[in-house]
Structure formats: C-alpha cells, structure tokens
C-alpha cells in the first residue's frame, strides 16, 4: 500500500490550486501560507507576501481585527462566515467573504488561523465604481510632494501614500513590507527618526526636522490607533523642506554678510562681540578685537574708479580670511573699515595676526598697491565691554594711521 500524504503536503497542495482565497497566518500575525486564488485576490505573490503582518490586507479603520483574530484563536471565537473590508496591493479596497479556522498541533493547541476568503466586490478605480471624495482623496495623496505613511507594532510600513520627494520618487504601496529602520537605513536606534517611532507606540507624538540622502524633511511622527483607541502602529507624514531651507539660509546670510566682500556685516558682528563678551565674563579668557582702515581708498577711487576701489576692498577681504580661523569673525565694518573678532586671543596672538595681513599686503602683486591701519583691543586688558573694546581697538588705529600718513602709496 502506498503510504499516505503528510497533512503538510496535503495543505501545500490545495493553497497550490485552490481557486478561493486561502492563506493562514501564525498567532503573531505573520503570514505563512498564501494560495494562487489569494493572489489574484489581493494582488500580492506568493514571495511579496510571506513574512509580512496580516494587517497589512487591512484598511486603517479595521486594524483591530487582527487583534481579535488572534485573540480569539483559542476558543475559536469567530463568525462561520461574514463579509469584510480588505486592501487590495494597489491600495484600493476590495470586499471579501471570509470563513476562518484554527490550525491546531496534536495536543489541540492553536498554532495558526486558516482563512478562506472569496471576492464579493472587485477593486475598481474607475469613477463610476469609487465615491467622489475618495477618489479626489487618493489622487491628492498620490500627488503629494511629501510621503505618508502607516506602521504596525513591529515598524513594518504597511501603507504608503505620496509621491515621494525631490528626485526620489515613491509610489504608493512601493515601501509596505519594509521596515522604518531599513528603509531609512538608521545608524542610530536611539536617535531620529527611528526613536521617534519608538515613542509613538507608546503614545508620544514628535515634530522634527531630519536630513536623508542630502534633503531636508519635516516630519511627524504619532501613534496609530484602532478604532477602540488601542495603539495599533505608528502614522506619519514626511514633507520635504529643502527649497525652503535653502531660501531661509539665502535670506540669513545676506542679512547678516557683505554683499561685496562676502564677510560679515557690521550687525552680525556687534552680535557675535556682545556674545563673545558674556563669554568671556563667564570663563575669564582674553580675546581680541582688530580694527582695520584701507588707506586712502578714496584716492583709489578718484584716480582708479570705483571697480577698482571695489576690487581694493575684496582682496583686503579675501587676506583677512586666509589668517582667520575658522572659529574666528571678521567683518566689514562700514566702508573702507574693517573687524575681526579673534577668540581665545591674547595681545601676542592678535599682534601676530595683524603682522600677517600687513605683509600679505605689502606682497601682493595685484595693482594697485595699498596698505591697512590696525587698531588692537584685547579683553580684559583694554576693557571689559564691547564698547570699550572698540574703542581701545579705534584709538590705537587713529595713531597708527595718522603715523604712517604719508608712507602709502597709490601705484596706477
């Protein structure tokens, strides 16, 4: 006699040619088996769908029903045979017969839930078979320059909506089946946007900004619920902000810089000394202040133009930059009048720094020839406000000047 099939084999074989709806998901919800009918169903291969959360045939108002299904397992607690709401893979809803029951072990215990289901209403996207509303709802959704977004508990996207961002286009239903912290490929768990989605399970909705592939996003992350209030996943909405950050920086740097030289302008740097000032009241270390005049840049203009009196005032700028450091502020002041703001600077440091652009100009090959005045105020030594600073700073540069009055020289 030959020997009998498997149960294994047997089920194997009818999810394999059923013609009904067949697919059975374990008590976490996982889904494990998947026939050729449920596939012309709900539009998921039998590869695209195995691993993934059974509430992702879901719509968003029906979560909880799979919280019920699993719940009611045991005692079998279920309907023989009722009609529900499902997601076909393309987002549209479908209505489905279903009849469930559960896949028990040889001691009697429930290991999984069996379900077949047959198609009462096809999906249809046509205007005739889609409300008004919802179809003006899901194009707008699908043209959305943002991307919205639905997780179960586990972080497994199960719904996308928008058309992405930027040069990164998404389409609906692209993302379901991924999870959060790959799709965005998170180094950190403990930080954005991923942590973010954490709290959301626990009820804590967030509003941030994030940077992803070079563009900037503002999103918001919050739990979502079923319809008894029960946190079921997470929702959120990402839209991408790029344009208008790169415009809100355009705007602060030419209200805060020089049109001409690129430096600082004389606003930006009475801010940065004032805050440099409380510094350093609080930690007691010097810094420095250098005034610098362009002499005789009214000469320059009247015999050179002033193309060239504008070019004098650049490659002065472009001197005080290379002896900057990075942590340090210069600025033109107004004028033919020029800043530095010099952190952590004592006097040897800051009469260093005022040699170097001295002699940098004195080198420079390009026509015509010029020289500065500098004036030094260093905290604490020559006050302990910004406006004794300048003041200090000025003094000293009106004596230089009017000393070296007559050794500059204008070359054509």
């Not at 194009?139 to 977004?149: G, H, K, V």
């Not at 998404?170 to 989605?197: I, M, N, Q």
Request: aromatic share 6%; with cysteine; proline share 4%.
């Amino acid at each position: 006699m030959p020997p009998s099939p498997r149960p294994d084999d047997l089920l194997t074989a009818i999810l394999l040619w059923s013609g009904d709806a067949l697919l059975s998901f374990a008590l976490d919800g996982t889904i494990q088996a998947w026939s050729r009918g449920a596939a012309e169903v709900y539009g998921y291969s039998d590869a695209e769908i195995k691993g993934q959360p059974f509430a992702l045939l879901l719509p968003l108002e029906e979560k909880a029903v799979s919280i019920e299904l699993l719940r009611g397992a045991t005692p079998g607690e279920w309907a023989p045979s009722e009609s529900a709401d499902r997601l076909h893979k393309d987002g549209s809803k479908i209505r489905v017969r279903v009849q469930r029951t559960a896949v028990r072990n040889e001691q009697g215990e429930p290991i999984a839930i069996l379900e077949k289901g047959r198609l009462l209403a096809k999906h249809c996207k046509s205007p005739a078979r889609v409300p008004l509303g919802e179809r003006q709802a899901r194009t707008s959704l699908e043209q959305m320059p943002a991307i919205l977004w639905t997780t179960d508990r586990s972080l497994r996207i199960t719904s996308n909506w928008g058309c992405g961002w930027g040069t990164a286009k998404v389409k609906s239903g692209e993302l379901v089946g991924r999870t959060v912290d790959g799709y965005l490929k998170c180094g950190d768990l403990h930080g954005a946007p991923f942590a973010h989605h954490v709290e959301a399970l626990r009820g804590v909705t967030a509003h941030f900004e994030y940077r992803h592939q070079n563009r900037d996003f503002e999103v918001h992350v919050g739990p979502l619920r079923a319809a008894d209030g029960e946190i079921v996943g997470c929702i959120g909405v990402g839209l991408d902000i790029t344009e208008r950050k790169r415009n809100e920086e355009q705007a602060l740097y030419q209200a805060t810089h020089d049109a001409l030289t690129g430096l600082a302008n004389y606003g930006e740097f009475a801010t940065a000394l004032e805050r440099e000032v409380k510094r350093a009241d609080r930690s007691n270390h010097p810094f420095a202040v250098l005034l610098l005049d362009l002499d005789d840049l009214k000469r320059i203009n009247d015999r050179l133009g002033h193309l060239v009196g504008n070019r004098a005032l650049q490659r002065l700028a472009e001197v005080m930059n290379r002896h900057c450091r990075s942590t340090d502020l210069a600025a033109r002041y107004g004028g033919d009048e020029f800043a530095v703001l010099l952190i952590d600077a004592d006097p040897a440091m800051a009469q260093q720094i005022a040699g170097r652009v001295e002699n940098e100009l004195r080198k420079n090959r390009e026509g015509p020839a010029f020289t500065v005045s500098i004036g030094i105020g260093v905290y604490p030594d020559d006050g302990r406000t910004a406006q004794e600073l300048l003041e200090a700073a000025d003094q000293q540069l009106y004596k230089r000047k009017k000393g070296s009055r007559n050794e500059g020289t204008v070359a054509g």
